[in-house]
């Protein structure tokens, strides 16, 4: 005797329902148990945010049967690498300063559903992708399809704030997500005087001589990168500025400025960089006046002048507060 068509799958369908409804009865069981102890714990706040957060965290996860034929979970979308073996969880990706950034985010099975990127922190998240489209507006960012099932994300010119979490998400519920940490590799490059004491501002007196110098070290030890380039107020350097390359300790690449008599017109911004992205900046103060000069010196200097300051102050109060002791006890 044959089946009427279509009583098959039916029958079938019911029999998943009920499998799923009696293996989670005890979970349902649970949750409006978990439900109740919660409501007391909860009538003086009354969160129903933090209320549904705790049951979901407290629940045991959801049971589904294993079917022999139709595993439900092989139709869930997922990430998989280039060589087509599944994966989770993150990856790490370091690159370069001002390179393009190349973010793989393949996933299988997606049937119909959509794929996003995130930018992600600690405290916020802004949609950067969905689906073939850009939702930031900051152009150097992209999303290019590659067939057959790669949602990459592209950031041009990367800089040193690219660095960070980037989530490829499906939305599924609960949602898939792959979580790429971006490292950005940046020379450090600072400008140093004759102590190697950093520098932001730097008073001269006229006719006295300028020694500055720039350090460029590597953001990893096999990277190479170009000698230091000086310029003075974004242009190039006036011809009686002179410039030498020397190879410093380690990886240590150092490029020194010498002005040998300085003059009021060699004020100004003094920048060194290694490339567009990286780059440091000195504020040189020549004045003429003696007195001017005194005050100022450097910022180095001067800290510690107002620190010797106070340290005197202190002394001058502590040694009065001794002597008023000493006369209201003595007789
Ligand atoms: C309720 O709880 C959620 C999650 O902990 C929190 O973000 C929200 O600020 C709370 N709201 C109030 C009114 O306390
Ligand atoms: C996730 O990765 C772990 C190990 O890295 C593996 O044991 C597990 O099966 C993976 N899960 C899925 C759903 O691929
Ligand atoms: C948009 O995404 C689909 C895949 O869902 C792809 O086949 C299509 O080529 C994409 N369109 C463009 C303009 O990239
Ligand atoms: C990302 O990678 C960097 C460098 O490897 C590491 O210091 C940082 O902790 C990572 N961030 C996260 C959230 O894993
Ligand atoms: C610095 O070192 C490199 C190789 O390590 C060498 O080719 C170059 O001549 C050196 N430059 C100076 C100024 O010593
Ligand atoms: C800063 O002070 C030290 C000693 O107090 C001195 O040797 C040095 O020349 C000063 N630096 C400048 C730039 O005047």
Redesign the pocket.
């Known amino acids: 005797m044959s089946m009427r068509p279509g009583l098959g799958p039916k029958l079938f369908l019911v029999l998943v329902t009920t499998t799923i409804v009696i293996g989670n009865y005890q979970r349902h069981r649970e949750r409006t148990h978990l439900r109740e102890q919660l409501v007391n714990g909860h009538k003086i706040t009354r969160n129903v945010t933090r209320l549904q957060e705790e049951i979901i965290a407290n629940l045991p996860p959801l049971r589904i049967p294993r079917l022999r034929h139709h595993r439900v979970t092989d139709w869930d979308p997922y990430f998989e690498n280039a060589e087509g073996q599944g994966i989770n969880g993150s990856q790490n990706v370091a690159l370069h300063l001002g390179a393009t950034a190349l973010l793989d985010c393949r996933v299988a099975m997606l049937s119909g559903k959509k794929v996003m990127w995130l930018r992600r922190n600690a405290d916020w998240a802004s949609l950067l992708t969905l689906?073939?489209t850009t939702h930031i507006s900051d152009p150097r960012y992209s999303v290019?399809?590659q067939y057959p099932n790669n949602w990459r994300l592209a950031i041009a010119g990367v800089r040193r704030e690219d660095r960070g979490l980037y989530v490829c998400q499906v939305n599924t519920h609960p949602p898939r997500m792959l979580v790429t940490n971006v490292t950005v590799l940046a020379p450090d490059i600072r400008i140093v005087d004759e102590a190697r004491h950093e520098l932001r501002d730097r008073y001269y007196k006229t006719g006295s001589g300028i020694e500055l110098a720039c350090v460029a070290r590597p953001s990893c030890p096999d990277s190479r990168i170009p000698y230091p380039v000086w310029r003075k107020n974004g242009v190039t350097l006036p011809d009686h500025v002179n410039v030498y390359h020397i190879n410093g300790s380690n990886e240590d690449l150092v490029t020194k400025l010498y002005i040998d008599q300085a003059k009021k017109t060699d004020s100004g911004e003094y920048s060194c960089s290694v490339s567009q992205f990286s780059t440091a900046a000195v504020h040189i103060h020549v004045l003429n006046g003696e007195k001017q000069a005194a005050v100022h010196h450097d910022q180095w200097n001067a800290s510690r002048t107002n620190h010797e300051k106070l340290k005197n102050l202190y002394i001058t109060i502590v040694s009065l507060v001794f002597l008023q002791t000493w006369m209201i006890s003595s007789p």
């Open positions: 689906g073939n290019s399809f």
